[in-house]
């Protein structure tokens, strides 16, 4: 078998020793043709005729978490090199989610088990989204978060009588949109006037009888987040 010929870009000296020294001791399949602590580093790599088959992937070069998003997005577009990253944002799920949409082949964290030949070799022979345990940790977390919330926002509707242009209003209500905003929306055929009879509607169906008087639209919002009517962390405003 041909090595896998494969850069690491690392820009904390003392982590790039530990990355080639798991490569040295556990995946003899791969061959470093190169390292980069910068990403001038890595291009110069490339611009001088580096051809690798895998980028092993920080995301956090020189306190930018954007730069290994760059740079999966470059790659990607140029076709032919796999990556992998291994990275110790542990916390920045957001960044997770930027570099898959920028082409990442999978994301190992510097945590647990960090590096394995498994997952070099997965990434190798075509599998797309190889994680680590502690990514399958809490995407599994996520996964449940969100079917729950799902089945209360379901249970909520039929409570309460929540119907599309319900949900739609309160969601854009949440995201700061006035009435007006919301009455010019393609996907809410309603005027104004009508938009604050239903705001008044909703009002008696969301609230207590004896609770129900001076309710401003963020009490009316945080009920509906309290109902889960609404989801806080799923807020998109329509077109």
């Given amino acids: 078998m041909d090595k896998i010929k494969t850069i690491v870009v690392e820009d904390v000296s003392l982590e790039l020793k530990g990355t080639l020294s798991i490569i040295r001791n556990d995946i003899p399949e791969v061959e470093v043709i190169g390292t980069a602590q910068t990403e001038r580093e890595f291009w110069a790599l490339i611009d001088g005729g580096a051809q690798p088959d895998l980028v092993l992937l920080d995301l956090g070069l020189g306190g930018s978490t954007t730069v290994g998003v760059d740079i999966c997005r470059k790659l990607t577009q140029k076709g032919g090199v796999k ?79 929540i119907d599309e242009y319900d949900e739609r209003f309160l969601r854009h209500l949440a995201l700061g949109y006035t009435k007006d905003m919301i009455s010019e929306l393609r996907t809410m055929p309603f005027s104004s006037k009508s938009l604050e009879k239903r705001q008044a509607d909703l009002v008696t169906r969301l609230f207590p009888e004896g609770e129900q008087r001076g309710v401003n639209v963020t009490r009316l919002v945080v009920r509906a987040i309290e109902l889960h009517i609404i989801d806080p962390s799923n807020l998109e405003a329509d077109e």
């Fill in 83 to 161: 990556v992998l990253v291994f990275t110790g944002e542990l916390l920045n799920e957001k960044l997770w989610a930027d570099v898959l949409d920028a082409g990442a082949h999978g994301i190992v964290l510097k945590t647990g088990e960090l590096l394995t030949r498994s997952e070099v070799m997965d990434v190798m022979n075509g599998k797309r989204y190889v994680f680590n345990q502690p990514v399958l940790e809490k995407l599994v977390e996520r996964f449940r978060k969100a079917v729950t919330d799902e089945k209360l926002q379901r249970s909520a509707g039929i409570e309460y009588e």
